[in-house]
T-cell receptor, first 111, second 113 residues
Framework: GNSVTQMEGPVTLSEEAFLTINCTYT??????LFWYVQYPGEGLQLLLK?????DKGSNKGFEATYRKETTSFHLEKGSVQVSDSAVYFC??????????FGEGTQLTVNP | SAVISQKPSRDICQRGTSLTIQCQVD?????MFWYRQQPGQSLTLIAT?????????ESGFVIDKFPISRPNLTFSTLTVSNMSPEDSSIYLC??????????FGQGTRLTVV
């Protein structure tokens, strides 16, 4: 079946540090891939997406590239801010528009 | 984009009772989805609700425990029946936008005591 595996958290960084959150997936076919973010006390928001191999999704300084050969969709940001503190979820879209989520990674950025 | 309103935002319920969660969307959508986020865990899809047909449940979820209504293209309800403390979770409603991204409601934080 379909599954998403995220790096174990939580992750704590200092402001302006480089961020990588690993995400790998198992799926049949070529699913669309997503990163969602959940800020404290808020609902889930789409951060970025990629719909086919080698696509790069980007938003708010975050990037992720759809790598079919390694079945990965790692999230990166060159310089994190305190306001980036949130829980980040990697997800893939299966048939019928249903989403399978990873475990989530709690990111804390300290000033 | 879609704006989704969920009610209630939170509730504390006695075990053995039922709670109905409402989800209202500001536009007509074909499919609505209900997810559960247990404490400290990821989101798990409960069921897909299409207007005019019975909901489709994922493995591990049954209609008797989580009955769903979908009376029109902008509204759905999820009922958590005969609750136990293990049902304490955040329940989220979701719809798909025009560009195949999902939009989520704020969620309903349920605590069963």
């Amino acid at each position: 079946g379909n599954s998403v595996t995220q790096m174990e958290g939580p992750v704590t960084l200092s402001e302006e540090a480089f961020l990588t959150i690993n995400c790998t997936y198992t799926a049949t076919g070529y699913p669309s891939l997503f990163w969602y973010v959940q800020y404290p006390g808020e609902g889930l928001q789409l951060l970025l997406k990629a719909t086919k191999a080698d696509d790069k999704g980007s938003n708010k300084g975050f990037e992720a590239t759809y790598r079919k050969e390694t079945t990965s969709f790692h999230l990166e940001k060159g310089s994190v801010q305190v306001s980036d503190s949130a829980v980040y979820f990697c997800a893939l879209e299966t048939s019928g528009s249903r989403l399978t989520f990873g475990e989530g990674t709690q990111l804390t950025v300290n000033p | 984009s879609a704006v989704i309103s969920q009610k209630p935002s939170r509730d504390i319920c006695q075990r053995g009772t039922s709670l109905t969660i409402q989800c209202q969307v500001d536009s007509q959508v074909t499919m609505m989805f209900w997810y559960r986020q247990q404490p400290g865990q990821s989101l798990t899809l409960i069921a897909t609700a299409n207007q005019g047909s019975e909901a489709t449940y994922e493995s591990g979820f049954v209609i008797d425990k989580f009955p769903i209504s979908r009376p029109n293209l902008t509204f759905s309800t999820l009922t958590v029946s005969n609750m136990s403390p293990e049902d304490s979770s955040i329940y989220l409603c979701s719809v798909e936008g025009d560009l195949a991204e999902a939009f989520f409601g704020q969620g309903t934080r349920l605590t069963v005591v």
